[in-house]
């Protein structure tokens, strides 16, 4: 029997669990009301209940729509929104962390932890770890097209599958963890012509490097306390003529960003 977290809000005449969390996510990745509904599998009259339901329950708009005809118009999460969806995938993911650390006492009583649990964190290799929000998503039949805000001056995109989309519960507002493997990050020099490059291009200064007898490693600051760390090759670098403080473009591809959420 699998046994999984799940966090539930219930009002004196009415309760919200992940099912209708899935919702308000859709809505904001969707941007409407009828294509959340599509996304969840509701109809679109059943979705409107259900956002009219979760506004009663919490006691303020948690989307905000508009009219616009026989497709619904468009809506948006609002900050009570987001801060609803947020806070659901916290408490949930701190009941999974309390379950592994009982999964000792489960053996042998025919229970066993899901996987699948919303919230569950690993331990990542990547020394990447860019904290940013969800500032825009586009999505098609299999990908998603994601955009976060770092800080004012860094702005990341990662392109991942829709299902992981769903998943993660992303939509504009939410926060999110951007992970990079350093290997997969380039360098070019920031003096000159500006670097062609398909994907991300963030500008920056370089601020440490260690180098090593195959591979030299890069920190970059690109601002407001942010870094990215790249592993270079050492004749590489040393063809570059790189110096602390030297302005620096980092680069990367959008498919080797991964996506997380607390």
Do not use: C
């Given at each position: 029997m699998q046994v999984h977290a799940s966090v539930a809000f219930e009002g004196r005449h009415s309760v919200?669990?992940?099912?209708?969390?899935?919702?308000?996510?859709?809505?904001?990745?969707?941007?409407?009301?009828?294509?959340?509904?599509?996304?969840?599998?509701?109809?679109?009259?059943?979705?409107?209940?259900?956002?009219?339901?979760?506004?009663?329950?919490?006691?303020?708009?948690?989307?905000?729509?508009?009219?616009?005809?026989?497709?619904?118009?468009?809506?948006?999460?609002?900050?009570?929104?987001?801060?609803?969806?947020?806070?659901?995938?916290?408490?949930?993911?701190?009941?999974?962390?309390?379950?592994?650390?009982?999964?000792?006492?489960?053996?042998?009583?025919?229970?066993?932890?899901?996987?699948?649990?919303?919230?569950?964190?690993?331990?990542?290799?990547a020394r990447n770890a860019l904290h940013g929000v969800v500032t825009g998503i586009k999505t098609d039949a299999v990908s998603a097209h994601v955009v976060l805000a770092?800080?004012?001056?860094?702005?990341?995109?990662?392109i991942i599958t829709r299902q992981s989309a769903d998943e993660l519960g992303l939509c504009p507002g939410r926060d999110v963890v951007a992970l990079i493997k350093a290997s997969l990050i380039e360098v070019a020099s920031g003096r000159g012509a500006r670097p062609a490059a398909r994907g991300n291009r963030i500008g920056g200064t370089l601020v440490r490097k260690e180098a090593g007898a195959q591979d030299t490693e890069l920190i970059v600051d690109v601002g407001a306390r942010a870094q990215l760390v790249a592993t270079v090759k050492t004749p590489q670098v040393k063809a570059m003529r790189l110096k602390n403080r030297d302005p620096v473009w980092a680069m990367f591809d959008p498919r080797h960003v991964i996506l997380a959420v607390g």
């Open positions: 919200a669990g992940r099912d209708r969390i899935r919702l308000l996510e859709a809505v904001g990745r969707e941007g409407s009301i009828s294509g959340a509904a599509r996304a969840v599998g509701l109809s679109y009259k059943a979705a409107w209940d259900a956002i009219d339901g979760l506004n009663a329950l919490f006691g303020r708009p948690l989307v905000e729509a508009r009219s616009g005809g026989a497709r619904g118009g468009g809506a948006q999460l609002t900050a009570s929104g987001i801060r609803v969806v947020e806070a659901l995938t916290r408490l949930e993911g701190e009941l999974t962390r309390a379950l592994l650390r009982l999964k000792p006492d489960l053996r042998g009583s025919g229970l066993a932890l899901s996987n699948s649990a919303p919230g569950f964190m690993l331990r990542t290799s770092i800080n004012p001056r860094a702005t990341v995109h990662s």
